[in-house]
């Protein structure tokens, strides 16, 4: 087949939709690579510093918006979303409501997805090399300065909801998103139409009230970069809206009316492992760095190591009902090596102390 020609790249669209979802992948669109919107309300977020710590949202130039300068030959982006919705929801809406329980947001219950739906890429760019022969290409999931979100809605993958992520009328918003970026001249698909309406549910319910207008995100505010993005200490004005999110934060997405229609995931891998879905604060609290190290292994949470970890759960113990359990275990780890967990344990103290007080 000769594949300038018009005909034969839109067969090849055809069956590139159906290897994609024959390896996993929910849907499958394909955009071009103009992202002049996208690209100024990018530079006005990261004028307004919403990225805070996250150095690498600015660090690559228009690298980010315009995918041939970070690809040299980049037509296409195929882009592909697989959902990871794990099956016992009603477990994890309990741990939201029960202050002592931890409550780990429902991307990171299994395996890390970084490198799972990267190798699923890997073989759909093998399929279209073995149909074309070779071609330029390069896939990412979240791996490099891509706007993966703009690129999805472009190739009609859904629309960005105003708490920012991509909503599909058929399946919600628990999905990740992936790309293969390709120098082949692909037809490119329709981009859906927009069906937040009036609906400001998100807005509304986010603790940290994250999400200041529509579309708009400020990460220095949202549970989400708190709990993985920042490395340092939490600012004192957020730790009692944290709650017992002790890793990420899923209500803007719950409140959704559009996550009546998410499916639950295929993959075994987005399975929770360790029970971490239905673990008890003191229980992951008492976890060592081996234990901790152990029981993420192959999971995201990994990569905020050990002290975070426990930096965020003490927060979370902080603001758990009074408890002498909770304060013989905070009180073991005034010792700790690391000054972050210190702090944060003696915040925890204090906030304990204070419940007991005003219960006399
Ligand atoms: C940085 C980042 C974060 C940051 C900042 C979030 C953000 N909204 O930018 C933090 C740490 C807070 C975060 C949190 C989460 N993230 Co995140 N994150 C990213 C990352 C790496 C980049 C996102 C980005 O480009 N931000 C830049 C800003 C400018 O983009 P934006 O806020 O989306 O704004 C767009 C629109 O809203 C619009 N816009 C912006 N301002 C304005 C103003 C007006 C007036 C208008 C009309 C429009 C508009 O234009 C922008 C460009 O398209 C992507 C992966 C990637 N490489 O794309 C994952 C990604 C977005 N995250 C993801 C996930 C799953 C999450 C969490 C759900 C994880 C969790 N449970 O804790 C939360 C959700 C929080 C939320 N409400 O956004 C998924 C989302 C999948 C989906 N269905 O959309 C992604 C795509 C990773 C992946 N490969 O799957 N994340
Ligand atoms: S993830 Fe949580 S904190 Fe972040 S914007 Fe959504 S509701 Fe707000």
Redesign the pocket.
Known sequence: MNFVDDSAMASLALQIKQWGRELGFQQVGIADTHLPE?EA??N??LSKGF?GE?DY?QRHGKKRSRPALLHPGTKRIISVRMDYLPENTPAINKALENPSAAYI???ALGRDYHKMMRGRLQKLADKIQAEVGDFGYRAF??SAP?????LAEKAGLGW?GK????INRQAG?W????EIFTDLLLPTDASTTEHCGSCTACLDICPTQA?V?????D?RR?V??LT??LHGSIPEEFRALLGNRIY???D??LVCPWNRFARITDEKDFCPRHRLNTQQLLDVFAWDEPEFLMKTEGSAIRRIGHDRWLRNIAVALGNAAYSEKIIEALRAKLAHPSELVKEHVQWALVQQFQRKNADV
């Open positions: 996208a309300h990018l006005d977020w990225h996250m949202m947001s429902r991307y999931v979240d891509v706007l993966e979100k703009a960005i708490h920012s992520n991509l918003s999905f990740f998103l992936g999400i207008g529509p579309y708009q995100v990460a949202c989400s970069y993985i993005e990420g934060c899923d803007c997405q």
